[in-house]
């Protein structure tokens, strides 16, 4: 599967069903995160909640305004005081394992790509996420 994945990784842990949100307290604390797929099956926004390895996915609507900038700005507007770190990841092919390696390896994380039917996410541990609470 070809595409982009922009992955921010947060300064917090949280739980969207229990509404806690604390500070990552240490390197091996697994945080938050935010992330976008761009790809074939449009785009599609991505939220980690790493208390209950939760998942809320959002399918943009695919038009020319959904953009990595248009991304980037979200990100900055909505969570720039509690992103860590950000990620722009291109992929010619996110299953080909020996690329998905190269990719996280530069930028110092483990390749754990999820590949789901029409976008793929990062696991910021090896958990399993899936969705478990419903945005209010």
Same mark, same amino acid.
């Given at each position: 599967m070809r595409g982009t994945l922009l992955l921010a990784l947060l300064s917090v842990k949280s739980s969207y069903s229990r509404e806690i949100e604390t500070a990552l307290e240490n390197a091996d604390d697994v945080p938050d995160t935010l992330q976008w797929w761009f790809g074939d099956g449009g785009c599609w926004r991505v939220r980690t909640y790493a208390l209950d390895h939760d998942i809320h996915a959002y399918?943009?609507?695919?038009?020319?305004?959904?953009? #990595? %900038?248009?991304?980037?700005?979200?990100?900055?507007d909505n969570y720039g005081d509690i992103i860590k770190n950000q990620h722009q990841i291109h992929f010619v092919d996110c299953s080909n394992a020996t690329e998905l390696e190269a990719e996280f390896r530069q930028i110092g994380l483990a390749p754990? #790509? %999820?590949?789901?039917?029409?976008?793929?996410?990062?696991?910021?541990?090896?958990?399993?996420?899936?969705?478990k609470s419903s945005p209010k």
């Open positions: 399918q943009v609507a695919n038009s020319l305004q959904t953009t #990595l %900038e248009l991304a980037k700005k979200n990100n900055h754990r #790509l %999820e590949i789901k039917d029409q976008f793929v996410f990062w696991k910021p541990d090896d958990a399993d996420y899936w969705t």
